[in-house]
């Protein structure tokens, strides 16, 4: 098992590009998210999704899209790149619910200038 | 709005030493309380407390919830430089468990 994979690693962005951060699973899990950690914040969550087809608001949705159309893929889309949207971003996954034991995937530092 | 406090921000202990960390929340329909361990990559599942009183354990590691008093206590006896790493807590709400997280602990190990 990948366990959770993230691509790229690294990203830089001009201010109104768009792009997509990928994110995929191979354990089946039903539930996946994706966070933003910037310094002295902790984890808020941007996104989520319950299962294939649905999906549903975080804490800091503004400026993000997102689509689930397979259980194992969930991208997030940036729109319109910011500087403030300049983070590390960790998509996670788990089989029940986010309370339930999270899996993340090992973070993309992304930088918009 | 749902909230997760964390206490101290920061900590710097010696090895051998022993440490508490608090975390307390103000969360509507609460269903499960979770310590994460990140060291510089992405976060590691550490416990998960659904029932106040009942202390889980891994090695030096403890951690006990009081869902009366809305905190709980992550416990590493023994401190190791191995644990020095930023500690987060979260807590799950609603049906669908979603997490906010605190703003995390970071703990700093000197030999």
């Known amino acids: 098992n990948a366990g959770v994979t993230q691509t790229p690693k690294f990203q830089v962005l001009k201010t109104g590009q768009s792009m997509t951060l990928q994110c995929a699973q191979d354990?089946?899990?039903?539930?996946m998210s994706w966070y933003r950690q910037d310094p002295g914040m902790g984890l808020r969550l941007i996104h989520y999704s319950v299962g294939a087809g649905i999906t549903d608001q975080g804490e800091v949705p503004n400026g993000y899209n997102v689509s689930r159309s397979t259980t194992e893929d969930f991208p997030l889309r940036l729109l319109s790149a910011a500087p403030s949207q300049t983070s590390v971003y960790f998509c996670?996954?788990?089989?029940?619910?986010?309370?339930?034991?999270?899996?993340f995937g090992p973070g993309t530092r992304l930088t918009v200038t | 709005e749902d909230k997760v406090v964390q206490s101290p921000l920061s900590l710097v202990v010696h090895e051998g030493d022993t440490v508490t960390l608090n975390c307390s929340y103000e969360?509507?329909?609460?269903?499960?309380l979770l310590w994460y361990k990140q060291e510089k990559k992405a976060p590691t599942f550490l416990f998960m407390l659904t029932s106040s009183g009942i202390e889980k354990k891994s090695g030096r590691l403890s951690s006990i919830l009081d869902k009366k008093e809305l905190f709980s206590i992550l416990n590493i006896t023994a401190t190791q430089t191995g644990d020095s790493a930023v500690y987060l807590c979260a807590v799950s709400t609603g049906a669908n468990s979603k997490l906010t997280f605190g703003k995390g602990i970071t703990l700093s190990v000197r030999p």
């Open positions: 354990m089946n899990h039903e539930y």
């Open positions: 996670a996954s788990s089989y029940q619910g986010q309370g339930d034991e999270q899996y």
């Open positions: 969360v509507t329909n609460f269903r499960s």
